[in-house]
């Protein structure tokens, strides 16, 4: 990479939708294939150095930071939305001054190329922020992506606050952003909880951007079964059985 990055994996979640078939594990220390959520996305992560990725943990830290040594670490120590999770990691990037990407430890099954065309999308393009986006035939309660009449980015409403007629758009905020590190910096600090479910919610920063006069992006890209995560019961085998079917074409699922 000749542009500076740093990445913020969020990991902080119990997991309390999912049964607890394998004890009481965090959420991305649940198994798939034999191997914990988390070690997928770190897989997919492994083109940028150890040094540059701050994981955020919080319930039952110790097995987390236990099994993924190397990596930098922050505690979030209550769940109060993916915004509050990113606050977490801002002494982490007070002093620097290149680009932030923001991903999900829950989400094994985007690829290794997303992330890179992400990151090359967001350079190229000279963002403040980059917002991965796409389209899914599965159910998800993913955020809605509303656009402009010139199709330009206005903001991101999460499902459970749509409206009806905003629960009718197709394209899906997968949660995946890249910003520039001091314009977050400064957007966490404009958060405010009330929505439905009184969280700070990251899907709020790149409007503050914008209306701070920001210039946001849109990487849209096809992504079939990457947008799955591991909330649910239900989509862990969602999960399981897509890295299955990877088994066949990539060997790194089997070592």
């Known amino acids: 990479m000749n542009q500076e990055l740093k990445v913020v994996v969020l990991a902080a979640g119990k997991g309390s939708r999912i049964q607890a078939g394998e004890g009481d594990a965090p959420k991305v220390m649940r198994q798939a294939c034999g191997k914990p959520l988390l070690w997928y996305v770190l897989d997919a992560l492994s083109f940028i150095p150890k040094k540059d990725i701050i994981i955020v943990v ?9 099994s993924f040594g190397g990596y930098a670490n922050v505690e979030q120590s209550e769940q109060l939305g993916t915004g509050h999770a990113v606050m977490a990691a801002q002494g982490e990037l007070s002093d620097f001054n290149g680009a932030v990407l923001v991903c999900y430890g829950d989400m094994p099954l985007i690829k290794r190329s ?12 000279g963002n403040d922020c980059t917002i991965l986006t796409g389209e899914s035939m599965i159910p998800l309660p993913f955020g809605r992506v509303i656009r402009d009449l010139d199709g330009c980015f206005m903001r991101v409403v999460e499902e459970r606050d749509c409206s009806p007629e905003e629960l009718k758009i197709t394209e899906l905020n997968t949660g995946v952003y890249i910003f520039r590190s001091a314009l977050l910096v400064s957007a966490l600090k ?3 909880n009330d929505n439905a ?6 899907t709020d920063v790149p409007a503050i951007m914008r209306d701070d006069g920001a210039k946001i992006g849109i990487f849209k890209r096809e992504l079939g079964d990457e947008i799955i995560g591991g909330n649910t019961t239900e989509q862990l085998k969602q999960v399981e059985e897509s890295l299955r079917r990877a088994l066949s074409a990539d060997l790194r699922y089997k070592s």
């Open 58 to 66: 919080g319930y039952k830290k110790e097995e987390v930071v236990g």
């Open 190 to 192: 404009q958060l405010k």
């Open 114 to 125: 997303t992330y890179e065309a992400f990151v090359k999308n967001h350079f190229g393009q």
């Open 197 to 202: 479910q009184g969280e700070y919610y990251l």
